[in-house]
Structure formats: C-alpha cells, structure tokens
C-alpha cells in the first residue's frame, strides 16, 4: 500500500530556530504540493513541483521559507527562522502528474508548534 | 481565480439519517472538483472527484456527489449516516488533477447515536 510518509509528525520549537520537514512522495509520483493548515486560514498551497522543477511557490512567505527537492524521493520544507504564526499542519501530497485524471495522495503531516 | 465556499462549518446528524454537504464553487475554467475526508490527526484522504463526463459521481464508504453547472454546486450526500463517518470534509477545486487544489474552509460532521 503505497504511501506519501512526512518527517518529523510532531516538532515543537523556540522562535528563532530551523526547522526542516521532509516529505517522501509515492514512488512514481512526479509531482510534489506542500500545504499548510491552520485554523485561520484552513488549507493553502504554499508550493508544488513536477519532475523537481518548482512550479508555483508564491505561497510561501521568501524571507524564511524555502522548499525544495535534492532527488525524486525527498522533498524538504524548510522555515529559518520560525516565528509563532508558523504554527500549523504541513501536508505533502504527492501525484502521477499525468493530467485531468489524476488524484493527489496526501501524508499524514507534520504538527509544527513553535513557542 | 477559483474559490470554494462550504456551507456550514458544522453539521450534525443521527445515525441512519442522510447526510447532506454543502458546497459551491466559482472557476473561470471547467472545474475539477473533489471531496476530501480528514479523520483527527490524520492526512486527507480523497472520497470522489469530478472529471468530465458523468455528472453524478460515486466515491468510497457510500458517499456521492452531484455536479451542477448551472447551480456551480457538488454537494455530498450518503443516504445513511454512520458512526463512522464523522470528521472533516474539504470540498476542493482545481483547473486538473494534477495542478493546485484550492479547498473551502471544511465541514465537520457529526454523528449522534
């Protein structure tokens, strides 16, 4: 049973600190979307790649965070440095990319709490 | 752009009794259009999506959904509550399957014996 698994789930944090999630996508899976939760603001897009070219990142704030892919099987999700209203859930999600048919798998994320 | 609206950000029925979701959504373009489930602290899981083609859809654990152009609705619906079927519902709307989703703000469901 193929699955996008998210590290670490939990992280707790002082303001200031970095703070580095990871996503490995579904084997085959070309294309790569980071969204974030919260309360507030329910589910946004802050990124997503295919083939590990970025498409779309202008959903991240650029002063501190930055996202990227070093292979096909990791993404990274990265905040330097965090600040409280970086509090949230991080999903990946992974998909084929192969067009209208296609279906995005999501992790489980990652609970980020930053004091 | 494209946006979702979720009517009511709580919902609570009996077991047994059907369960209707509300959402409506605006698109400049053909819509896909997609109904996701997060149970506590879990990811989203997807329950049905609309393509093209047939407008009523059938997805998982008994739910459906209705696509309505002219209404620009796709609400959900399962003729049958259970227990089990409490959590978060997400409506979402994209230009494809494989581009951004933008979600509305969810629904939660309830279930009472």
């Known amino acids: 049973d193929a699955r996008v698994t998210q590290t670490p789930r939990h992280k707790v944090t002082e303001m200031g600190q970095e703070v580095t999630m990871r996503c490995q996508p579904i084997?085959?899976?070309?294309?790569v979307f980071w969204y974030r939760q919260t309360m507030m603001q329910g589910l946004e897009l802050l990124a997503y790649?295919?083939?590990?070219?970025?498409?779309?990142d202008s959903g991240m704030p650029k002063d501190r965070f930055s996202a990227e892919m070093p292979d096909a099987t990791l993404a990274t999700l990265k905040i330097q440095p965090s600040e409280p209203r970086d509090s949230a859930v991080y999903f990946c999600?992974?998909?084929?990319?192969?067009?209208?048919?296609?279906?995005?798998?999501f992790g489980p994320g990652t609970r980020l709490t930053v004091l | 752009a494209q946006s979702v609206t979720q009517l009511g950000s709580h919902v609570s029925v009996s077991e047994g009794a059907l369960v209707l979701l509300r959402c409506n959504y605006s698109?400049?373009?053909?819509?896909?259009l997609f109904w996701y489930v997060q149970y506590p602290n879990q990811g989203l899981q997807l329950l049905l999506k609309y393509t093209t083609g047939a407008t009523l859809v059938k997805g998982i654990n008994g739910f459906e959904a209705e696509f309505k152009k002219s209404e620009t609705s796709f609400h959900l619906t399962k003729p049958s509550a259970h227990m089990s079927d409490a959590a978060e519902y997400f409506c979402?709307?994209?230009?494809?399957?494989?581009?951004?989703?933008?979600f509305g703000k969810g629904t939660r469901l309830s279930v009472i014996a």
């Open positions: 790649f295919r083939n590990r070219a970025p498409l779309d």
């Open positions: 979402a709307v994209s230009n494809s399957g494989n581009t951004p989703l933008v």
């Open positions: 999600a992974s998909g084929m990319g192969v067009g209208g048919t296609d279906t995005q798998y």
């Open positions: 084997l085959g899976h070309n294309t």
């Open positions: 698109s400049s373009v053909p819509p896909y």
